[in-house]
Every structure is written in C-alpha cells, then in structure tokens.
C-alpha cells in the first residue's frame, strides 16, 4: 500500500492490513497507522528526545518555562494586578485640605557664630477671582504650560510615567505635568520628588478635574504659583512687576507672569545676565506665538507687540542693607543643591526654599562682613557727590572675600543697599573683568609647558616684545589683532615678569596665541569661571568676556589654594524640618593645574603689588606690616570697569567697581572723572577698597609656601633696560630676597630672544627707546571693535584702547 493509501486509509477508519514498511514499523489490521517494530523503537529511543515524536528532539527547561502563552498571561497578570492597585489608591485617597498657606513658615538666616542675620517669612499673596482676571491673560498660562487644558482629563499620564522612571532611576524630574497636576502640586501637596507624591498627585489630580470646573482650577493655579520677588498669586506677581493689580494687566505683561512659570529668578529682567534676557524674551515669544495658534491672539496685533520690560522691584522688610544680597545667594546655592540632589526644576526647587521654613547658616564672618561694608565706605561711597559730579551717582562696587582653604565666602558686597539697588554687584557678570584675567594666560602657559613661537619655553623670565599696538602673530601670519598698551606705551623687549607688573597688552595678546586660546579659555573653564558659549578668540586676552566678584575670587582662590579648584560657597548648613538637613557640595575640588603653574602665578602677582601698578595703594600703604600679596589690577574698556583682586595666603578678595548709568538700570557707563579723578583704575579706588579690608582683619603675618622657582617671591625682578642687546644669561639664584623697585630697574634679563618670529631682513627690530607715556585723554574712543565673541574673532581690531593697568 502506498502511503497515500495508507493516510487515506487512516482518515476512513480502514482496518485493512498494513504490510510491513521499509523502516521496520508494521501495519496492524484496524489501527490508525504503523506499529513500531523492535528495531524501529529502538531507533527512536536513540534519537535526541528519546521516547518522543519521531524525528523531534524534546524541549528545553527555558522553552518550557517561558513560552509565549506564559509570557503574555504573566503581563496581563501585572497590568491587572497594577489597575487593581490603582483603582484602590483611587479609592483609599482622598482631596486634603488645601495647604498652601499653612506650609509657609519663616526661613532663619545666622551668621557662621550662630547670631541670627536675618529672619523672612512674611507672604505675599492676595488671591483674586478669574472675572479679576482678563480672560486674555488667562490664555497666557494656558498657552504656556497646558495648551489642552480646556478638554484633557487633568493628567498627562505620559508626562507622569516618564516622572516616575526617572524618580525610580534618580535622573530628577522633567516637565509635562498639566496646569491640574501643577495646581494640586502646589495647593495639595509640596515639592517632594518621591513617587509616593507623585502617585497622589496623579489621583488628587483626576479628583479635582471631576468635582471642580475648569476655571476653578486655572483660578487655584494663578493664585498659587510662585513667580519670584516674593510673590505668590498674579495679584501680588502684578503689583511687584509692573506695579498694576491683576485686572489692568496688558496681554503683553501676562504673557511675561506666565514665562516666569518656568525659572522665575532666571527671567525676572532685573536680576537676569545676558542668556537670562534672552531666554526670557525667546520665552515670552513662544507664550504669545502659542497664543496665535490657539486662535486666542489676533497675528496681526501679535506683531505690534513689543517685550514689556518690568519695573524694578521693590525691597523685602527684613532685607535692607546687605542682607539681602546675603540671602538671595545663599537661596539661590541652597536651589542649586536641591536640584543636584533631588531632581528638582528651578522652578519647583525656588518654591521649595522661600518661606519654607529653613534655617540657613552662611559662612558669613560677622566682623569682617563689617569690615568690608566699612572699607567700601570709607574709601569708595564717602568720597562720591552726585551733587558735584553727576558720574558720581553712576558708581556701583561689589566685593566677594573668601578663604582658599576652604572655600568659605566670608563677606559680600553687593551694592548701596538691597532696597535701593536689586542688582547683585557681587554675582552680576555683564561687566569685563579686564587685565585680572592675564593670570590665567600664564597659568594655562606653565600648566600646559607651552612655547613660544620660536620655541623657547614661556616663564617668568621669557621676554615678549612690548611695542604698543603690534600685531600678534600665528606662526608668521598676522592675526589681526594689536592691542596697544595703556597710554600707547611702548615697553620694548621686556620680561613676563614686567609685562605682568606693567599690565602690557601686547605681550599678553601674543602670550595667548602662543599658548592656544582653546587652551587658555579651557584652562579658564578649569578655574572656575563660566565660559559656556564664549569663543576662544585673541580679544579674550584682555579680559573681554564678562565676569563677576565671585567668579575671579574663585579663580585666584584656586591659584591660592596651589592649583585646587576653589568654588567660593555662603551656605555652611541648610536645615528643614521635613527634609533634614541639606549636605552642601564640598567648596574644596581636585587638583586643576599643577601647582607649579599656580605658585608661578603667585610668585608673579607679588611683583605686581610690590613693583607694579598696585604699589602706590597696596604695597606703600601703611597698614600692610610686612604682609605678603599677590594681586592683578584691571582696568577695562572704556573705563567702564575697574578691578583689583589680591590674595594673601589665608584670604582672597575681588573688588569691582561698575559704571552703570542711575537712570537707565543695566546700562554701562564710562567712570571718567568719578571721586573727582580722571580715570578710575583697578589700582586706585579697588585697591584701597582691598588693602582697607584685608589689612584691617589679618590676624597676623603670613608667607606663600610657594614650589616654584619662578617669580619675584623667590627671585630677583628681571625688568631689561631698553638698549640692552638679547642673551640669554643665566636665572639669578632662588635663594635671593626680593629686590626693591630700585634693584629689579638695573637687574640683567635672564633672556632677551624675542618671542615672535624671526624678523626678515627688511623688518626693523623693536624700538630701543620707550615712548613716554601719552596724558589721559577720557574723550578718545576706548573699546575693542566689533563683537569679541562672533565667529570672525581672530580678525577683529581695538578700535578704541582697552585701558589694562
């Protein structure tokens, strides 16, 4: 029988018998198919699988464990074990009491002794009904944080589950909750960044979207947010503003209440730095662009719109004088490490620190806060008549102190009074710090074992030529760039050393060519100061980017501290009932250059105090008893900025001073002729602020334990005359005292080599005789051309003289 017979067969229920096949097996009469012969069992029982189907090895322990039937009913398990649960947390939770007021308690700010700063707490809220509200402005917060917000169901489960992942896997939290979710957030419950909160705030949330209407909900949002200054609630955000109630809001002002949404301290206009404006404005557009698709804002009138610049804002009880300087920095780090540790957005970690019932102590010394509030007095403030002098009222100063070994801010001024002037002098960055960078040129040099051009090493001893207003060079090519010297000056061929006390702009532009501006501005980056989007261009040379008090005490704190990052912190200890206590980050990092590269710098910026242009007010004045001091004065474009930034070994200050027009809030101004002198100077009024402060509160005489053998802190000041031809003669001994401004003017140069390329022989060497200096001329145009951050960096020209001292 053939074996389509034989399946036919077997399908009829035949019985008709099989004979035996070629495989051993044999057909019995009646059954379904062949019968195993002996030798065809055996065969089988042979096989992988044994006993099994012919042919078919068995399956494995995994495959018969996971196969797709247990897979899927395993996951239909989970998600109706997860309903189940969820429809029991629906059930178990119920709305709480509002909260929001309840939850504000006093923070308590104290001295580094314990004796209490200052105490805030007081709220400032008045809520208003929606009909208070023009509906237009209403469309400005739904525009801005939950365009749906009119038909979802209260929550964005998406945006919730990616909330909880992330709080599972500790990368913090990300936007998306909806206006209901923020609204209950804020009313219900706090800031917490727990999944236990954020589960009841999913629940809560569909809770109040089914017993509460729409506005309701939008009017509980408005009245409950925080927007900044203190001001809880659009009525009170109106009044600190714009200085209107909430109804007489303008669609323009809503549209900014409601970008400050997102990073109220960031955007408010009064504090923000440059990116801060921009990101405020870009966000302000988009409220109103938003507005348009919505059908909510006519196109036409959107494009009359221009950007509604807020009123300054008015002082907080409790925070006049520098208080509030104090408190704002120490909230805005207590911020900062909120969002490190818990995930926090700016937004939710500001509402998390104001009024929340902290007990903050700063690092604040109480008697040398004194002593610095008195030094500014008494050499800055008291001598300034806006009655005489109108540019009088235009001077602004601020100082940070800090200690290098532990990165303690010990005092801060950050301005006349925090009631009359909001803007932190101490943080503010839109002001260049000018000649005070130059350390970090040479820094970036000795850490990096950088070379000149003709392949000398760069040290202290290195001579540059000095020629005012020549033209840097990159390997032969002219770069574009020739910054001229103060007074147009000409230095000739003169030592790093010199260049460093003299404050030369030509040496230190060519210095950074040599060494590589990404390196220098990398190195920058190291030390502490926030170079995000600067370019490395040569203009950067001279200090052209902005900068603060805090940032450059940070900087020459790490140069103190031998080389260890430095990032000056006023927190010492944040307390809260409910969060325990907030462990800061340690003020302290790792090692950022070398210390020889740092000690070198020290070594060099005592020659500035001691034989350069901060002698007069420093180094001569009759308070310094001895005291060891390293500093770099500046004097920026235009004279718009003028700096001194000293150190001794156990303390480091920046002192700023600021021309910004009392007029028009932010605006920089020349300083020409403040307190009765032509041109204000890092050497003058900054550093008698300095020398005041510094010498009033050192406990007692102090030396640099310096490891370098370069400098005039551990050897003789190597200042060439201008006719003396190039050698190279040996480094005078490190055991050598250093020498009195007399010994360093008749001191052989170490080397005399040139540090630009060989000239050809049609080019003239550098002038033997120095210019003598040009007289102040404060209506020559002074500034550096063209933007020194575009992308045509390299190529740019001083148009007007950067005034570097």
């Known amino acids: 029988m053939g074996r389509a017979e034989e399946r036919r067969a077997r399908q009829r229920g035949g019985r008709r018998a099989v004979p035996r096949t070629s495989s051993g097996t044999t057909a019995a009469v009646g059954s379904a198919g062949p019968v195993p012969g002996p030798r065809a069992a055996a065969r089988r029982a042979a096989r992988p699988g044994g006993a099994g189907k012919p042919g078919r090895p068995g399956k494995s322990g995994i495959r018969r464990l996971f196969t797709w039937k247990k897979i899927l009913g395993t996951f239909l398990g989970v998600c109706l074990l997860g309903l189940g649960a969820f429809v029991v947390l629906y059930m178990v939770v119920d709305i709480p009491e509002g909260n929001a007021d309840a939850q504000r308690q006093s923070n308590v700010y104290k001295y580094s002794d314990g004796s209490v700063l ?14 208070k509200v023009p509906q237009a402005v209403q469309h400005c917060f739904v525009a801005a944080e939950n365009k749906t917000f009119y038909h979802d169901s209260g929550v964005d489960l998406k945006g919730t589950a990616r909330g909880l992942l992330n709080t599972l896997s500790g990368k913090g939290t990300q936007g998306g909750s909806t206006i209901t979710q923020q609204y209950v957030k804020n009313f219900y419950l706090n800031q917490d960044q727990t999944v236990s909160r954020k589960l009841k705030e999913l629940v809560i949330s569909l809770k109040v979207d089914q017993k509460k209407s729409k506005d309701e909900i939008l009017a509980g949002y408005i009245n409950t947010s925080y927007y900044g200054r203190g001001a809880y609630g659009i009525q009170a955000a109106a009044q600190a503003y714009y200085r209107v109630d909430a109804q007489d809001l303008t669609v323009e002002q809503g549209a900014y209440l409601a970008a400050l949404m997102q990073a109220p301290s960031q955007y408010d206009w009064a504090v923000a730095g440059e990116n801060g404006k921009r990101l405020a404005k870009a966000r302000w557009n988009y409220v109103l662009d938003k ?17 509604p610049v807020p009123k300054d804002p008015r002082g907080t009880p409790g925070q006049e004088g520098q208080k509030g300087y104090l408190i704002a920095l120490a909230n805005t780090q207590l911020e900062q490490q909120l969002m490190k540790d818990q995930g926090l957005t700016q937004s939710e970690a500001e509402r998390a620190v104001e009024d929340q019932g902290w007990t903050i102590t700063l690092n604040i010394d109480k008697k040398k806060q004194a002593a610095l509030e008195r030094a500014v007095k008494e050499q800055l403030t008291a001598k300034l ?60 040099a000795v850490d990096g074992d950088a070379r000149t051009q003709d392949g000398r090493p760069i040290t ?23 910054p001229p010297n103060e007074d147009d000056q000409n230095y000739g061929p003169v030592t790093v050393q010199t260049a460093m006390n003299q404050s030369v702009n030509s040496v230190f532009a060519q210095m950074g060519i040599d060494v590589g501006m990404e390196k220098v ?48 912190t006023i927190v010492a200890k944040a307390e809260q009932q409910s969060r325990g206590t907030v462990e800061m ?9 070398t210390r020889e590269a740092a000690d070198t710098v020290t070594s060099v910026l005592t020659g500035v105090v001691d034989d350069g242009t901060a002698k007069k007010s420093v180094a001569d004045n009759p308070l310094r008893d001895g005291q060891q001091v390293a500093g770099k004065t500046g004097t920026s474009d235009k004279n718009r900025s003028a700096w001194f930034t000293g150190y001794t070994p156990g303390l480091v200050t920046s002192v700023g001073l600021f021309g910004e027009s ?26 008698q602020i300095w020398a005041a402060y510094t010498f009033g509160v050192m406990d007692q005489t102090a030396r640099f334990d310096l490891d370098t053998t370069q400098g005039v802190a551990v050897q003789p ?38 540090a630009s390329p060989p000239a050809s022989p049609s080019t003239s060497p550098p002038s033997s005789s120095q210019s003598p200096p040009a007289s102040p001329d404060p209506s020559r145009s002074t500034g550096l051309g063209g933007d020194p951050f575009g992308p045509a960096g390299d190529g740019q020209h001083l148009n007007d003289r950067e005034r570097a001292q």
């Open 585 to 593: 980050a340690d003020p302290i990092g790792g090692q950022v250059i």
């Open 662 to 687: 009392v007029g028009e809030s932010g605006k920089h101004v020349p300083l020409y002729g403040a307190g009765g002198v032509p041109r204000v100077n890092g050497g003058g009024y900054p550093a």
């Open 118 to 131: 200052a105490r805030d707490g007081k709220v400032n809220r008045e809520s208003v009904s929606l009909d």
């Open 717 to 754: 000041s190597t200042t060439p005359s201008a006719d003396r031809s190039p050698s190279r003669s040996a480094s005078p001994s490190v055991s050598s005292p250093p020498p009195s401004r007399s010994q360093s003017s008749s001191s052989p140069p170490p080397s005399l080599t040139p």
């Open 460 to 482: 202290a001893n290195t001579v540059y030529d000095g020629t005012s207003g020549r033209q840097a060079v990159d390997h032969g090519r002219k770069v574009g760039f020739g």
């Open 385 to 444: 008549d806006p009655k005489k002098r109108e540019v009088d009222a235009d001077v602004q100063a601020g100082a940070v102190s800090v200690d290098p070994r532990t990165g303690r801010i010990l005092a801060l001024y950050g301005g006349v009074d925090y009631f009359k002037h909001y803007y932190d002098n101490a943080t503010r960055r839109d002001y260049q710090p000018a000649s005070t960078f130059k350390p970090v040129i040479l820094a970036a």
């Open 521 to 568: 501005m990398s190195v920058a980056g190291e030390l502490g100061m926030d170079t995000k989007g600067m370019q490395a261009v040569p203009a950067q040379t001279l200090g052209s980017m902005g900068a603060s008090p805090l940032e450059m005490a940070g900087i020459y704190a790490t140069f103190d501290n031998h080389g260890k990052k430095v990032t000056p």
């Open 291 to 307: 507005m348009v698709e919505q059908h909510w804002l006519d196109a036409g009138k959107r494009r009359t719109m221009k950007f």
